[in-house]
Structure formats: C-alpha cells, structure tokens
Nanobody, 123 residues
C-alpha cells in the first residue's frame, strides 16, 4: 500500500500565498503521476495541477499563472505553491499519487489519495 500525507493548508487572505506539500511512502513502488485536486462544498472534485512522468505539468485554467506544481522524485514528494489566491480557491485540497507497485512480485497499478487539507481564502 502507498500512503500519502499532505500538509500546509490554512487560512489566507485574498491575494496572499500558501504552500501545500505531499509525501508518498511505502515499499516497492514507482510513481507515474503526482498531483493536486480540490473539492469545494457542494461541488465535484476537480483537477488543480498534475505532473506525469515524462510530461510537463497540467493546470486547471482557473489557476494558471497563479499556482505552481513541483515534483521531487528523490523525495517522492510534490508541492503546490498557491499565489494570488482568490475566495474561489477555498476548498479541501487532495494530493494524488499514481503509479505501479509490486504485489507478490507482480507489477500492479495503484492510485492513492491523501486525507485532504483545508484551504480557506478570506476576503
């Protein structure tokens, strides 16, 4: 099993900045993609930013130019820098890690999620 732990949420004023961090742990796994999703009350979970091995980052249109995703494969971690935040960015942010792990010696895909961290943007 691959565990994912997030940190860094909190309350920030409109126009401010916040940094979210996420680390994956476990044994015998390789990461293919790491990213961040968010879910606001009454809304579906949506992609914020994602970075897949061998490809450049993908961002939601609503955060382009304001958020930056950074992945560190050596540390099995990913961060999301949130700049110039807006009230619409208020949500629970979830870290996603996907890849392949060996189960009884057999490669098997996995998709793991963190528990979520709350980001609240005040006016």
């Amino acid at each position: 099993q691959v565990q994912v732990v997030e940190s860094g949420g909190g309350v920030v004023q409109t126009g401010g900045s916040l940094r979210l961090s996420c680390t994956a742990s476990g044994s015998a796994f390789e990461i293919g993609a790491m990213g961040w999703y968010r879910q606001a009350p009454g809304k579906q979970r949506e992609l914020v930013a994602r970075q897949t091995s061998g490809f450049g980052p993908t961002y939601a249109d609503s955060v382009k130019g304001r958020f930056t995703i950074s992945r560190d494969d050596a540390k099995k971690s990913v961060t999301l820098q949130l700049n110039n935040v807006e009230p619409e960015d208020t949500a629970t942010y979830y870290c996603y890690v996907g890849g392949v792990r060996k189960v009884a010696g057999t490669p098997s895909p996995f998709h793991s999620w963190g528990q979520g961290t709350q980001v609240t943007v005040s006016l």
